[in-house]
């Protein structure tokens, strides 16, 4: 018996726990990109937040884009020109990245703050009231209620 690692299955998707609802887009190179790395938590019942390692960028190189049932996180950092001085190793990615996530539906973003090179999105699932559970009364047959019988003539 082979063990599979469905830790792919859940590394993209927010808000709904389906193991199977990444199986279409396992093998495309969005899912096999490991910059920068983060983290999906859920953080109470209907929020979640993801945090994304990303030393080095400032608020204004970093974009936020919610569109539909997806966020897209790009990061653009300027090119840096030092005078004077040369980098004999570089181990500090500046890269450019864009970074996109599969949100269920319903699940919208609350905030983004970044603190010591992480920045943290705030995601919350706001369910319309149309959509909640609602418990359905269930009445008794009344004792005086008569009933009509069908006659065959």
Do not use: C, W
């Not at 859940?10 to 495309?28: I, P, Q």
């Not at 938590?41 to 209907?46: I, P």
Request: proline residues 3%; negative net charge; glycine residues 8%.
């Amino acid at each position: 018996m082979r063990a599979y690692d469905f830790a792919p299955l859940y590394r993209s998707t927010v808000g709904f726990d389906r193991l199977f609802s990444k199986l279409d887009t396992l093998g495309t190179a969005e899912n096999t990109q490991s910059y920068p790395p983060y983290n999906i938590e859920r953080t109470g019942e209907n929020a979640y937040r993801i945090t994304m390692a990303v030393a080095g960028f400032g608020e204004s190189e970093l974009s936020i884009e919610s569109r539909e049932n997806g966020l897209t996180v790009t990061g653009e950092k300027a090119e840096e020109k030092s005078e004077g001085s040369e980098f004999l190793y570089r181990g500090i990615a500046g890269r450019a990245f864009e970074r996109r996530f599969q949100l269920a539906e319903h699940v919208e973003v609350k905030g983004a703050t970044l603190k010591n090179g992480l920045l943290h999105i705030d995601l919350v699932r706001v369910i319309p009231e149309a959509l909640k559970p609602r418990k359905i009364e269930i009445a008794t047959a009344n004792a005086n209620a008569r009933s009509i019988e069908a006659t065959a003539a």
